[in-house]
Every structure is written in structure tokens, then in C-alpha cells.
């Protein structure tokens, strides 16, 4: 923790408390809290930040990092703080350029390491991802992007066990398909989700409300049990089987950082955006190896034919091709066809670890099915965010 002086920072031993940390427990994560608010901290008037960085990168080079602040805005602490304050930064560099601290040779190999993951806080996971034949548990799987994805996964290999409040309909749509264990469970209740948890390799959350009023809502199916209540407990039962989890995959939002800016400001008028973030951050503090992927407005299906066959033959028309950005800035519709696809690859690759993406269908034939092809994809956008 440092002041807005930096004083506790001088002090020559906490600096040989972290270093002795570091090599007490190698591979953790350590977190460094940022007590002064950003606005009194601004990045090229004070040493503080420059003080932490150095500090960070001296006890704990190469390992991976959770920070927070008090006060600031998240973009401009996303800047300060994030996997873009790289020594290529030309924000970063004019900072320690500006007034150099000591150890500045340190800090420059250091940040050479090994990349630390673009969100706040990292994951603190370098777990294996996952491949066919591992377990995944599906929430959600019997809505519209959940069905798709189950059929999905199946397809290339994966056990899934697909969660449902009604084992009729998940029978009803799925059949008695190989690979396929239907668990009746309810998010909303903690104790159902940790049973339904055991022997887990990774997650996929595709539960979600409607944004408005809706029949959906009853029985208390509104955005904040939903959105929030029922996936803090999904993220609480994954931590505690954490051991064998090798990712969580939440299927989010377009507009969660844009909450408050038309034309979503509308659609979180009952607070669905606002709780979708409350649990993305939620899940990005547990310590899980995560991926979140925000779609934009959701096309084709949600389909109800309860063929397993059909749902494997669905296709999404012209509109094959994917458009991302690691940022919440895109706008426009998603297949849910190509979410899927989208979602079953992430899950695959080492570098969607810690990602926060959102995505677009736009004009054209797209990845289609090729790994290889959503790999270039989501390989551009970690290089995009170094």
C-alpha cells in the first residue's frame, strides 16, 4: 500500500519484504492497492505510480499481478495499470522517462516477462486450457446461445454437462446424445451448484434474463438473480473445485462499460448491464482462469425445434464473418450460431486467458469451424493489447 509521498515505498524494507516473498512463495500472485485516489496521483506529476511499478517489478518480475485503486476512472486505471503500460507505451515510458526511479534498468528487463494478463485483476492460473474429452459444465443450456453451445462442444469431443431446472426439456431438446449428462440444478440455490460442480474441467456460463419485463422474469428470474445473484455462486462453487478448473467462460454483454451511454443507458433501465458487471468483475477477482465474451444483439434462433441434428445444422446466413475488439466499443448483431463456434474455441486456446473480448457477425464466410482461424483471431487481439 503507498501513500500519495510514497514514503512506505522508500523504506528499503518493504522492498526486501516483497523480494523475500517472491522467493518464499513463487508463483503466486501478489496484489498491490493503490490507496490515493487516481485524480491526486495524476501519472506524470507524481513518482508514486512510477514507485509502485518499480517496486512490482523488482519483487515479483514475471509473476502476475492484481491491482486496484480507490477513486479514478476505470479507463484511465485500465491505462495506468493494465497489460498497454508495457515498456512499448509511450504513456508508460514518458512517465518513468520523465522523472527515473531508481531501478530503472530492473524495470525495463522485467517487463520483458512473461505477459501479465489485460485485466485488472489476473488470473492467477497458468493452467493448461482445455481439449476434447475434458469435462465442461454448461449453464444455461437449454436457452438460446446455451443449446447452441452444448451442441457445440459435443460435437468437437468435450463431455458436457448441461444444467437445466427442467431435466424434461434438456432431454426434450438433447435426446440421449453420447457424452451428454443432464443435471437438474438451480444457480439461485448454492448447494445444488456445488454438487453439480464435481469433477468439472471448465465452465460455460450462457445464463442470462431479458433486459425488459418479461414472462421470463417469474418465479424471481429478474435481471438481478440472474445476472448477478444466481453467477456469484457459480463462480463461488467453481472456486472451491479451483484445483481442476482450467477455465470459466461467462458469456456477457456488448454495452457493459457503455452502461451509461445511449443507446444502453435503455436497455439497463431495470439494471441488467450493471449486474452483468458486477459479476464480470466478480469473477476476474476469484482467482479463476477466465475468458469473458461480449456479443452484441443476439440473431438466429433461439431455436426450439429440440433436435440435437438440427441445432447442428443451423448456419447464420451471409453474416459469417467475426469482428472483435478487446475494448467495449463495437456495435451491431451476433449470430448465435457463431457464438458458439466462438465460445468453443476460446476455451481451447492458452491466449484468451484473462480476456475480456467483445464481438460482432459481419458480412462474410468467416473462421467457419477452423481452429486455426480463431486462434490467428484471438491471437491478434492479446497482441493488440500488449
Not at 496521483?41 to 512490482?56: G, I, L, Q
Amino acid at each position: 500500500a503507498a501513500n500519495k509521498d510514497s514514503k512506505l515505498l522508500q523504506k528499503k524494507s518493504f522492498v526486501e519484504t516483497l523480494r523475500d516473498l517472491s522467493a518464499a512463495a513463487p508463483g503466486r500472485c501478489f496484489a498491490v492497492l493503490f490507496i490515493c485516489p487516481l485524480k491526486r496521483m495524476p501519472v506524470f506529476k507524481s513518482r508514486s505510480v512510477v514507485y509502485v511499478a518499480t517496486v512490482m517489478c523488482l519483487a515479483v518480475a514475471g509473476m502476475k499481478i492484481m491491482v486496484s485503486a480507490h477513486g479514478g476512472s476505470e479507463r484511465s486505471l485500465r491505462k495506468m495499470v493494465s497489460s498497454k503500460c508495457s515498456a512499448k507505451s509511450s504513456l508508460f515510458r514518458r512517465s518513468i522517462m520523465s522523472r527515473p526511479p531508481p531501478g530503472l534498468s530492473l524495470l525495463y528487463s522485467s517487463l520483458q516477462a512473461p505477459r501479465y494478463s489485460s485485466s485488472l485483476h489476473a488470473s492467477t492460473s497458468c493452467k493448461a486450457t482445455l481439449s476434447p474429452g475434458d469435462l465442461v459444465l454448461v449453464t444455461g443450456s437449454t436457452g438460446g446461445v446455451g443449446q447452441l453451445v452444448t451442441a457445440n462442444l459435443l460435437q468437437k469431443g468435450f463431455r458436457v454437462r448441461a444444467l437445466t431446472r427442467s431435466e424434461e426439456k434438456g432431454k426434450q431438446l438433447f435426446g440421449e446424445a453420447e457424452n451428454l449428462e443432464v443435471v437438474v440444478a438451480d444457480q439461485r440455490d448454492p448447494e445444488s451448484i456445488a454438487a453439480a460442480m464435481d469433477g468439472v474441467d471448465g465452465v460455460v456460463s450462457c445464463s442470462g434474463t431479458t433486459a425488459f419485463p418479461s414472462k421470463r422474469w417469474d418465479g424471481n428470474n429478474g435481471p438481478e438473480m440472474t445476472d448477478k445473484v444466481g453467477l456469484h455462486n457459480l463462480i463461488d462453487a467453481a472456486k472451491t473445485n479451483s484445483d481442476k478448473i482450467k477455465r470459466f467462460l461467462l458469456v456477457s454483454s456488448t454495452g457493459v462499460v457503455r452502461r451509461k451511454q445511449f443507446p444502453f443507458i435503455i436497455m439497463n433501465a431495470f439494471g441488467v448491464l450493471d449486474y452483468k458487471k458486477l459479476s464480470e468483475e466478480y469473477l476476474e477477482g476469484s482467482g479463476l482462469p477466465y475468458t469473458i465474451v461480449r456479443p452484441g444483439r443476439l440473431t438466429d434462433g433461439p431455436y426450439t425445434s429440440y433436435d440435437l441434428n438440427t441445432l447442428l445444422r443451423a448456419t447464420s446466413g451471409s453474416r459469417k464473418n467475426v469482428e472483435m475488439s478487446r475494448d467495449d466499443v463495437l456495435n451491431g448483431e451476433m449470430s448465435r450460431i457463431t457464438l458458439a463456434e466462438a465460445v468453443s474455441q476460446a476455451i481451447q486456446l492458452q491466449c484468451t486467458e484473462g480476456m475480456h473480448v467483445s464481438m460482432m457477425s459481419r458480412e462474410g464466410e468467416g473462421p467457419g469451424s477452423q481452429g486455426n482461424l480463431w486462434e490467428k483471431l484471438y491471437q491478434q487481439q492479446q497482441q493488440q493489447a500488449a
